[in-house]
């Protein structure tokens, strides 16, 4: 693998090798890190950390990534710095690429983080955008791949909002390693039909299929693994819950989804999650529509067959895997 000084934007830019060379690492840096043996081989080297939205994983994994390779971070967070408001991106990554070795962009169109990489001159890193959410779809397929022992073949169910970053990104990645991609969502929340087109292309290759339906025991019949995300994203005005509860009610995941699938199937989440009230939002939303739960029931949540958190974990050891990878390990 050589991915020293690529941009990771989006997986439609990887071939399935490099997607799977990228995991191998993530799972090697993980037995290094269990095992106690020091890997801060990027010493000397510093990175910055842009966040025009909020996050948790994606900033500590970030942090704690660099930190074990030796790297020094910079966070900005979304009120700290200039950019956008006081400073175009163009001459923001122009100043961040004279100081940094590699930039991270968490925020709202594709086109920003585009336009961050074509003038940083350093590898720019997606942190998730309105589009795409990369470094997710590499922790999540160590954790399937972890789980099941292989990701071809897999048949993987997105319920929910599949027009946005996590259905997008779930599309791309399954039909690039030949696996089974079902939407099993309302027909508005379905993927874009040029992405879609664009799927199919990688899955011809690749032996995946992909499947877009709204019957909810077709599309989870028989699925390796259920995996949702919360129905209003970061940004999206609050005036949206009302029809995306009404629209997504019916693709909550339930025990009821999780038999149809069967036995075999886990539920994943890239998180946070509103499985219970125990957060403001959930809160506010959950008493407003009458629901103790919103995507996901706690039951499911809670269960066995939920992997939520080894899936968090990994986005720990993958994200450092993606920073060694593209400023050169070890050079
Ligand atoms: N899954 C994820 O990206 O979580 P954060 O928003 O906490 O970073
Ligand atoms: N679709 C969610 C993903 C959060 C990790 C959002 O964009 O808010």
């Not at 799972?27 to 890997?39: F, R, T």
């Not at 664009?198 to 899955?203: I, L, P, S, T």
Request: charged share 25%; with cysteine.
């Amino acid at each position: 693998m050589n991915l020293k000084g690529r941009s990771f934007l989006t997986l439609k830019d990887f071939t399935p090798e490099e997607i799977i060379d990228l995991i191998d690492l993530a799972a090697a840096y993980k037995e290094k890190k269990k095992k106690g043996i020091l890997h801060d081989t990027l010493r000397g080297k510093n990175i910055a950390l842009i966040f025009e939205k909020t996050s948790t994983r994606t900033r500590c994994s970030f942090e704690v990534a660099a930190h074990d390779l030796g790297i020094g971070t910079t966070y900005l967070d979304p009120s700290g710095s200039q950019i956008g408001r006081k400073e175009s991106i163009a001459d923001t990554a122009r100043v961040l690429g004279r100081m940094y070795e590699g930039i991270e962009y968490r925020g709202f169109e594709q086109s920003i983080v585009e336009e961050l990489a074509k003038y940083a001159g350093v590898p720019v890193w997606n942190g998730l955008t309105n589009e795409y959410h990369p470094t997710q779809m590499l922790a999540d397929m160590l954790t399937i791949r972890e789980h099941f022992g292989y990701l071809k073949g897999i048949k993987l169910t997105y319920m929910g909002d599949a027009r946005y970053n996590m259905g997008n990104s779930l599309m791309i990645v399954c039909a690039k390693l030949g696996m089974h991609f079902t939407a099993c969502t309302a027909k508005e929340y379905f993927p874009n039909d040029t992405l879609v087109a664009q799927c199919e292309k990688y899955a011809e290759v690749s032996g995946a299929t992909i499947t877009l339906t709204e019957d909810v025991d077709a599309g989870t019949k028989g699925a390796d693994v259920i995996y949702t995300d919360v129905w209003v994203s970061m940004g999206e005005p609050e005036g949206v819950w009302e029809e995306r509860i009404r629209k997504l009610s019916p693709y909550k995941v339930t025990r009821e989804v999780m038999d149809n699938a069967g036995k075999q199937s886990v539920f994943l989440h890239c998180l946070p999650a509103f499985h219970d009230l125990k957060t403001k939002i959930g809160k506010e939303q959950g008493e407003k529509y009458g629901f103790a739960e919103l995507e996901v029931t706690d039951e499911v949540f809670e269960s066995e067959q939920s992997l939520v958190f080894d899936e968090a974990e990994n986005r720990m050891h993958t994200i450092k895997a993606v920073i060694a990878a593209t400023l050169g390990e070890g050079e």
